[in-house]
């Protein structure tokens, strides 16, 4: 059965807003400011990093901190593998001090991009970290290497809205952009 309002009748309140309370404590605009650059001085994405990559002087490492069983079952090409328990003892005699590096792990369930991260950090590599880590590498459909060779999945729509056809971003020489 359908309500009919009339003009007798008023109206039904809409629900409360929840904006007021998710909005009691927000940063004024220069501590924002400085919150979201520093993020952006300290984290990066998969497409940016496949970008990156891409050019002929790359101007960083990419290093994988996931195990030695993950690197086997897929890494982004041309990283370098050194699992995050192991970077204090060995990043010194891979990598030249002042060498930026960027790490991932396995996704944005997992903080050892993190813990690695601030490894690099801690012996004075200026360092990021990709977001989505290896995970989000293989969902936007970007070439990954294996220990029984290359693969590539489909890139999934709900991550790579540029691939599904929904418009932002652009596939050319086989990157694809985020639709940011």
Not at 16 to 37: G, K, M
Not at 75 to 90: D, K, N, Q, S, Y
Not at 95 to 121: D, H, I, K, S
């Amino acid at each position: 059965m359908t309500e009919t309002i009339t003009a007798t009748q008023p109206a039904p309140s809409p629900a409360p807003s929840r904006a007021p309370e998710l909005f009691a404590h927000v940063a004024d605009r220069d501590a924002a400011i400085a919150h979201f650059r520093g993020r952006l001085a300290f984290e990066t994405d998969v497409s940016d990093v496949a970008a990156a990559l891409a050019e002929s002087d790359r101007g960083f490492v990419l290093v994988d901190t996931r195990s030695d069983a993950s690197w086997a079952q897929g890494h982004v090409p041309g990283a370098v593998h050194l699992p995050g328990r192991r970077i204090a003892a060995e990043a010194g005699s891979l990598f030249p001090a002042g060498t930026p590096v960027v790490v991932y792990c396995w996704g944005p369930g997992c903080n050892g991009a993190t813990r690695a991260a601030l490894e690099f950090a801690l012996l004075g590599y200026p360092v990021k970290e990709m977001l989505g880590g290896f995970e989000y590498w293989v969902r936007e459909g970007f070439a990954y290497d294996t220990a029984g060779g290359p693969a590539q999945l489909a890139a999934d729509p709900l991550t790579n809205v540029a691939e599904a056809g929904l418009g932002g971003g652009s596939v050319a020489d086989g990157v694809i952009s985020c639709a940011c």
